[in-house]
């Protein structure tokens, strides 16, 4: 893992064309920017590994399709500033 301080308004380049910037600190939270192409497809890691946790149970059969839905229906997302982190949870938009 490669580890790297970054003031407020200072970015990294991931390849040719993803930008992180870093927007704000207060405190423990950080506000991250992330600009890339439509074809980039941006996921919070813990959402990922809640979706596969999901998956994994439902296949199982440990879990009927209601728990399931209301069990994704109690994550919380991260309000959006930008329409790319909608546009990359929103399979109908791509």
């Known amino acids: 893992m490669l580890v ?37 497809t941006i996921l919070r890691h813990e959402l990922c590994d809640q979706i596969k946790q999901e998956n994994r149970e439902a296949a199982s059969g440990r879990q009927s399709a209601k728990q399931g839905l209301e069990s994704l229906a109690k994550v919380k997302l991260a309000p959006s500033t930008s329409s790319a982190t909608d546009r990359d949870l929103d399979p109908q938009a791509r």
């Open 4 to 40: 790297l301080t970054r003031r407020p308004g200072e970015s990294l380049l991931i390849d040719k064309d993803v930008v992180l910037t870093i927007l704000d600190v207060d405190g423990d939270r950080i506000k991250i920017g992330i600009s890339a192409p439509k074809s980039v």
